[in-house]
């Protein structure tokens, strides 16, 4: 939200402005009105007070005049006492307003009489400043641009409309482009409608806009989420559209005659800039009803122990993280306009390419039972619509339980054993195995057994199946008319609690209490890239770590049982470790 009322801000603005566009041919026609030679013109105020036309014109006029002259300046979401809009048409800086009419006896008594400071607000930003724009915009027959109101929404300006309103074509009176000695005026047949943006629906009281096909329901999304995702949210001031009054030398800080507040957050930064005007984003939305519902069976996979510091906030915030997953579209970056097929903007080419898997994708949304058309409603915002779904339309395979993989090649290993990564250039049974990478595990001394832990990070509460990846040792070109010796070893999966020690469990039967010790060693089969299967094991707890700056509760152990390298081999080509979720 534009700041315009610091003590320095006239000066400050003029001179950063002349500064910027001193060079531009047409700073006069932009930011100015020179008159004829001879004629004199009035301000913004004196030229409103003394238009003329139908009396219902005259009426609408004098009673946008008396809100103008009620309506106290905004600063930021502060009231300026004694200094009105009207106040603000008189000033020097160049204004261009918008003139509203056929305004309803019922909205009228709402913007002349509001009670409460949050409705007097709320006249300013969604009336008053919604038909006034800094600087010259002007209508031609040409005109094509997008004016920034006070309110910073954005309207498209055309030769006769400007938003969905046109302008009036009353024959007895200059309806456009009524030039005055600080600004212009435009007269609309109708008013310009403040939609609020896809944050300002999430977040606030009140939703502004009614359901389309339901005008009757509106629905309260501030408690189910939107209070959630404003606990995340601050404002700050955008230096490059912020003008600057130079620097305090007793606070350190930079002074800003004239700042431009914007919305910032950690989910914003992942989910996008739904605060934006000039953004465009499809959001696909539950109802709050369907939404609760939904919360209640998700929020069961972010169960954290009782040792974890803030289990509950945890368990809230990764809930309703998760469940945002594939809610949010820029369409301003979907090819085709999204017809065959749009990503979420947790789309990322790389995840899908390792994991084979279309996540974040959905194909013919526009299509009968897609994303977009199997809707309950819809809902027009300034920056973009949100359709409501009744039904959900995901699953837990592609919003939170997903896989997980070490890659083991890549992994950091401690201790005495000789781990490296090893590429493989060859062929085997057939198959590529140009730039595969792999652990070649074994141990440094002559002693044929060791052991490695790797880390588990990111498991949620449940079921998850482990799987190794292993190819046969001293693979090369036409292996497969040579047989290797097959690898023992004996997985084992640690839970930890407590970081001082481990907790093992030692049968497979207590396995819906914690994690367990596969009861069986195995052997891998020398005759193929082998992905063997250990077992299902449940984690009692979540151990989700977004940034992944805690300590591992879960590790997996691998060791060699080889005793004699007669008929086993204790060297390990391992590519990964997979544990993926089970659903019952």
């Known amino acids: 939200m534009k700041q315009y009322f610091n003590s320095i801000r006239k000066t400050a603005w003029a001179v950063s402005a002349l500064l910027m566009l001193a060079s531009c041919n ?7 009105y020179k008159p004829q030679p001879g004629t004199s013109v009035k301000t913004l105020a004196e030229t409103i007070q003394e238009l003329s036309g139908t009396a219902e014109f005259e009426a609408a006029k004098d009673d946008f005049v008396l809100v103008l002259q009620r309506t106290n300046q905004l600063n930021g979401e502060k009231i300026v006492e004694g200094l009105s809009y009207w106040d603000l048409l008189e000033e020097d800086q160049f204004l261009t307003v918008w003139i509203p009419t056929t305004v309803t006896a019922e909205e009228w008594e709402e913007y002349l009489n509001p009670q409460t400071n949050a409705e007097k607000k709320k006249v300013a930003r969604e009336f008053v400043m919604n038909h006034i724009a800094r600087f010259r915009h002007s209508v031609n027959s040409v005109t094509n641009e997008a004016v920034y109101m006070l309110s910073d929404k954005s309207f498209k300006s055309l030769p006769k409309s400007i938003g969905s309103i046109a302008y009036s074509n009353d024959p007895e009176r200059q309806n456009t482009n009524i030039h ?114 939904m919360y209640d069976s998700i929020t069961q996979s972010f169960e954290f122990g009782p040792l974890e510091a803030d289990a509950d906030s945890l368990q809230e915030f990764y809930t309703n993280y998760f469940m945002l997953t594939d809610m949010f579209f820029n369409m301003n970056i979907q090819k085709n306009n999204g017809k065959d097929s749009v990503t979420s903007t947790r789309f990322d080419k790389n995840y899908n390419l ?14 009968a039972g897609g994303l977009f058309a199997d809707r309950y409603d819809s809902v027009l915002c300034s920056n973009g ?40 250039i060859s062929t085997f049974q057939g198959k590529e195995l140009d730039n595969v990478f792999v652990a070649q595990l074994s141990q440094k001394n002559s002693s044929p057994r060791w052991k490695v832990e790797f880390n588990i990070r990111n498991n949620l509460k449940g079921k998850y199946r482990v799987k190794f990846v292993i190819f046969p040792s001293e693979t090369q070109k036409n292996a497969q008319t040579k047989l290797t010796k097959p690898n023992l070893f004996h997985p084992i999966v640690k839970y930890m609690p407590e970081k001082k020690y481990d907790v093992l469990i030692d049968s497979i039967e207590e396995i819906d209490v914690a994690p367990f010790v596969t009861p069986a060693l195995f052997r891998n089969n020398v005759n193929k890239i082998d992905t063997m299967d250990m077992g299902v094991v449940n984690f009692s707890t979540c151990n989700y770590d977004k940034a992944e700056k805690n300590s591992p509760r879960i590790t997996i152990e691998l060791s060699s049982e080889v005793d004699s390298a007669e008929v086993y081999s204790s060297e390990i080509w391992l590519d990964c470790i997979i544990l993926d979720p089970v659903f019952d």
């Open 385 to 424: 619509i949100i359709y409501i779904r009744d039904k959900w339309p995901f699953t837990d395979d592609m919003l939170h339980r997903r896989p997980i993989v070490i890659e083991a090649e890549t992994y950091s290993y401690d201790g005495d054993d000789i781990r490296h990564p090893r590429r493989l």
């Open 180 to 293: 005055c000695s600080n600004g212009i005026i435009h007269i609309l047949d109708g008013k310009m409608e403040y939609l609020p943006s896809i944050y300002d629906y999430l977040t606030l009281t009140s939703p502004y806009t009614k359901l389309r096909k339901h005008p009757n329901e509106m629905y309260d999304y501030r408690t189910v989420m939107g209070d959630w995702f404003a606990k995340y949210t601050e404002e700050k001031i955008d230096e490059e559209k912020s003008v600057d009054a130079g620097y305090d030398e007793k606070t350190n800080e930079i002074k800003w005659a004239d700042s431009v507040l914007i919305k910032s957050s950690i989910l914003m930064d992942d989910f996008g800039f739904i605060s934006e005007e000039d953004s465009n984003y499809a959001v696909v939305l539950p109802t709050p009803a369907l939404w609760i519902q």
């Open 26 to 32: 047409d700073w006069n026609d932009h930011y100015s």
């Open 354 to 367: 390792k994991y084979k898997k279309a996540y974040n994708t959905y194909y013919k949304p526009y299509d």
